[in-house]
């Protein structure tokens, strides 16, 4: 579900003249300010590093009136009281007002300017897995009489810029055997990419490079703890943690690696690790990816001297029945008659 994040518009005063000594009318109740910070979201899971509104401490803001540029980067930062930011910039009544935020704040960026109504620019950007990269970018804002007389927040929605994967795996060996997987990784992740925000529809990923290995923990059902939970015949578990990675076309592929051990109960068979490749998916950005595996007797196993081992069923037959014990056949045998 998608969320909206509010530039918010307070108060302060002052006046100012422009070369042609025309008075310029500034808001006398507001100075800029931000408020109502909101951050879209994806799915739930267990360990998530999306940021949100409750956990978003602080934003780059850069801003231009048809004039130059006004906000260069300037960081906001959630207080006591709210959002706060210095120096403290102004409504002037005749100017518009293009706007863009990237979080979290410190995020570099490069070449920022106005572009047919659009606050763009180039981040590049180093992955580590954990850490969300947002970015906001509100309609024009047209600061007439109107406006001036009471400014209004201004709507801005802050979209993660980032894929969000995890992995589920499913427990189809049958019944009385229970399933651990430990270990979760993508091994080959992209650890830098430069995200382009350009002044057309959709922002865009180019120059993605780079090895990263990103640890997924075990599989869990609940969450409690990050030890692997059995999976049971039948049931589900996934990955304890969720990863951000730097979004991808489908001509990119991944090599997943994992340890699956079969219990018999609580006996265990034995232990296998597991190496997999995910291609021909395209990680969009902004989307969240549940990558799901069945583990059944045909694919638990790995030999790697038999790349079609499987478990093989305990199969039973019968190969014979010995004849009664007919040694003391024709022996008399005296049967109680009972009583005392």
């Given at each position: 579900m998608k969320k909206v994040f509010f530039l918010g518009i307070a108060a302060a005063a002052m006046l100012a003249s422009c070369s042609n000594d025309e008075t310029v009318k500034i808001s006398q109740s507001g100075a800029i300010g931000f408020?109502?910070?909101?951050?879209?979201?994806?799915?739930?899971?267990?360990?998530?590093?999306?940021?949100?509104?409750?956990?978003l401490q602080s934003f780059d803001v850069y801003g231009f009136t048809q004039l130059g540029q006004i906000f260069d980067g300037t960081t906001v930062s959630k207080g006591g009281s709210g959002w706060t930011y210095t120096p403290i910039q102004y409504w002037v009544e005749g100017n518009t007002y293009t706007f863009g935020a990237v979080a979290p704040a410190g995020t570099g960026v490069n070449g920022e300017a106005l572009t047919n109504g659009k606050v763009?620019?180039?981040?590049?950007?180093?992955?580590?897995?954990?850490?969300?990269?947002?970015?906001a970018?509100?309609?024009a804002i047209e600061a007439d009489a109107?406006?001036?007389a009471s400014p209004q927040p201004v709507a801005l929605t802050f979209s993660h810029q980032l894929s969000k994967v995890k992995f589920s795996?499913?427990?189809?060996?049958g019944e009385g055997y229970n399933v651990k997987v430990t270990n979760i990784k993508i091994?080959?992740?992209?650890?830098?990419?430069?995200?382009?925000?350009?002044d057309g529809r959709d922002n865009a990923w180019s120059a993605q490079a780079g090895s990263l290995e990103l640890?997924?923990?075990?599989?869990?059902?609940?969450?409690?703890?990050?030890?692997?939970?059995?999976?049971a015949n039948g049931g589900e578990a996934e990955s304890y943690n969720e990863m951000l990675l730097i979004p991808t076309t489908d001509a990119e592929s991944y090599t997943v690696t994992f340890t699956a051990e079969l219990l018999q109960g609580a006996v265990s068979l034995g232990s296998w690790d597991h190496t997999?490749?995910?291609s021909g998916v395209e990680l969009k950005l902004g989307y969240c990816y549940d990558f799901k595996a069945e583990l059944n007797e045909k694919n638990i196993v790995v030999d790697p001297d038999d790349p079609d081992a499987e478990l093989k069923p305990i199969e039973f037959k019968v190969s014979g029945v010995e004849d009664w014990n007919q040694t003391d056949r024709d022996q008399t045998v005296d049967i109680p008659t009972g009583g005392q």
């Open positions: 408020s109502n910070t909101f951050v879209n979201n994806g799915t739930r899971s267990i360990s998530d590093p999306s940021s949100t509104a409750l956990n763009t620019m180039s981040i590049p950007f180093t992955s580590d897995g954990t850490t969300d990269l947002l970015h970018a509100p309609a109107d406006f001036i795996f499913e427990n189809a060996v091994t080959n992740a992209k650890g830098t990419g430069t995200l382009t925000v350009a640890a997924f923990g075990n599989a869990v059902a609940d969450g409690d703890d990050t030890d692997a939970d059995p999976i997999a490749t995910i």
